[in-house]
């Protein structure tokens, strides 16, 4: 794995969850919103699975899967599905795990990570699609299953790595889609609501933006410090891309920061309902944008180092999390964290 934790260590995203993240080892869901208000259920929190877990997804409520692996500590990539009712394991194969999933519906779902790997589920079996670059895809993103873009890179490698890789399927193949100058920086995350209106971000506090066919650099001077590692938009005038102690917002035009006062440092952010927006970080940080508002529950369990989130349309939001930034220890398992903050209960593994 071209790892991100020394791309976090190289460049001072210090996980003050580490110390925080020492919860219990268990597989039964807690909290939730039994009574009919909406709270936070840890759905699940051990290290049974033997690696960590990086991103959630999922189509609707009841179409949700959750990716990762063991980041070189042995064992295979993870991926489980929960259809509502019941969590299965996928079983995907393969020893590199994966960083990210996401798609344009529950039929056509891509899962990336460590070494070019990208894995396509077309909701009854995988397939493993040829890898056009040795570094890791950290991010993708799906309009639908003619078209996705991903990004990916070699966090702290420079011109000695693969880096600033955008690459982009036509519904047959994944190819690179060449940016208009080489920065050697990793690239995280893409968003977009079209492929003439697409967000990549990564190290140094990068933005690119492809505005028609053409990528555009928006991050000349940078408004973030440090490096973005999520980009997430409400919708195309209403775009944050986060990393570290920065959160920046874009109306589609212009970034500015945004006034926020963050509890430790953040890792994902994700929209919901239109004015409703998640932070995730390291030791479980975690505000709501509510009512123009940022509540903070870093005291809510989980209280893990949290990695993705997505919110799933109808008012809940999933996050996907655990030990992803400690180094590589072979046989030795990863804690796992899945949670939600919603009304009702989701069932534990």
Avoid at 123 to 132: H, T
Avoid at 261 to 270: F, I, P, R
Avoid at 313 to 336: C, L, N
Wanted: glycine residues 16%.
């Amino acid at each position: 794995m071209k790892s991100i934790i020394l791309g976090i260590a190289v460049f001072g995203l210090a996980s003050l969850g580490a110390a925080l993240g020492c919860g219990p080892d268990s597989t039964t869901g807690t909290g939730g919103g039994s009574s009919g208000a909406p709270a936070w259920q840890v759905i699940h929190d051990g290290k049974d699975l033997g690696g960590a877990v990086l991103s959630v997804w999922g189509s609707a409520p009841d179409d949700v899967f959750v990716v990762g692996g063991p980041l070189g500590n042995g064992g295979s990539a993870i991926a489980r599905h929960f259809d509502g009712k019941t969590w299965k394991d996928l079983a995907p194969g393969g020893e590199d795990s994966f960083w990210w999933v996401t798609g344009s519906g529950p039929n056509d779902v891509w899962m990336a990570g460590e070494k070019g790997r990208m894995t396509h589920w077309d909701g009854a079996s995988f397939k493993e699609l040829p890898r056009v670059t040795t570094a890791t895809i950290w991010g993708v993103w799906a309009k639908s299953p003619t078209e996705a873009w991903a990004v990916a890179g070699s966090p702290g490698k420079g011109a000695a790595e693969p880096n600033d890789v955008v690459l982009r399927w036509d519904g047959t193949a994944w190819t690179e889609d060449t940016l208009p100058m080489k920065l050697d920086r990793s690239l995280n995350k893409i968003w977009g609501t079209s492929s003439e209106d697409l967000y990549a971000v990564g190290e140094a506090a990068t933005v690119w933006h492809r505005k028609g066919a053409t990528w555009a650099l928006e991050s000349q001077p940078p408004v973030a410090k440090g490096n973005l590692l999520t980009v997430f938009g409400c919708s195309a005038t209403d775009v944050y891309a986060v990393g570290g102690q920065s959160v920046i917002h874009s109306d589609g035009k212009t970034w500015t920061p945004v006034d926020v006062s963050l509890t430790n440092s953040v890792n994902g952010v994700t929209c919901g309902s239109p004015g409703e927006v998640l932070l995730v970080g390291f030791g479980g940080l975690k505000q709501r944008l509510v009512d123009g508002s940022w509540v903070d529950e870093f005291a809510e369990d989980p209280t893990g180092d949290l990695h993705g989130s997505w919110a799933d349309g109808q008012g809940s939001f999933w996050v996907a999390g655990g030990d992803f930034i400690s180094k590589a220890a072979p046989a030795k398992a990863r804690r796992v964290i899945i949670a939600r903050y919603g009304k009702g209960q989701v069932p534990a593994f």
